[in-house]
Nanobody
Framework: QVQLVESGGGLVQPGGSLRLSCTAS????????LNWYRKAPGKQGELVAL???????NYVDFVRGRFIISRDDAKNMGYLQMNSLKPGDTAVYYC??????????????WGQGTQVTVGS
């Protein structure tokens, strides 16, 4: 069965860094677009970053210049390097994979989320 598992969250002081990992099983990761989403209580969920199999990367304004999305398809893993963290980055972060090839278009899978808390 398909499974995505996030890890790497935790408590960090403002200005600190964390690297989130997304480990996929049951799919060939290189055939999927990798997204990172975040959701804080009482706030709408938001897309954080997107990594295309072709190599293009997209970021929301909130994180551009601070976060780096990447992937290692040989390991079926995705990453989100988060630098210069701010209290507003506090949220549960979710890995999301979307099928990008014919035969898997419309297929998508979500991880369980990992908590990131930025504060003293």
């Amino acid at each position: 069965q398909v499974q995505l598992v996030e890890s790497g969250g935790g408590l960090v002081q403002p200005g600190g860094s964390l690297r989130l990992s997304c480990t996929a099983s049951g799919i060939t990761f290189r055939n999927y677009v990798l997204n990172w989403y975040r959701k804080a209580p009482g706030k709408q969920g938001e897309l954080v970053a997107l990594d295309w199999p072709e190599g293009d990367r997209n970021y929301v304004d909130f994180v551009r210049g601070r976060f780096i999305i990447s992937r290692d398809d040989a390991k079926n893993m995705g990453y989100l390097q988060m630098n210069s963290l701010k209290p507003g980055d506090t949220a549960v972060y979710y890995c999301h994979a979307m099928g990008s090839h014919i035969g898997i278009l419309g297929s998508d899978f979500w991880g369980q989320g990992t908590q990131v808390t930025v504060g003293s």
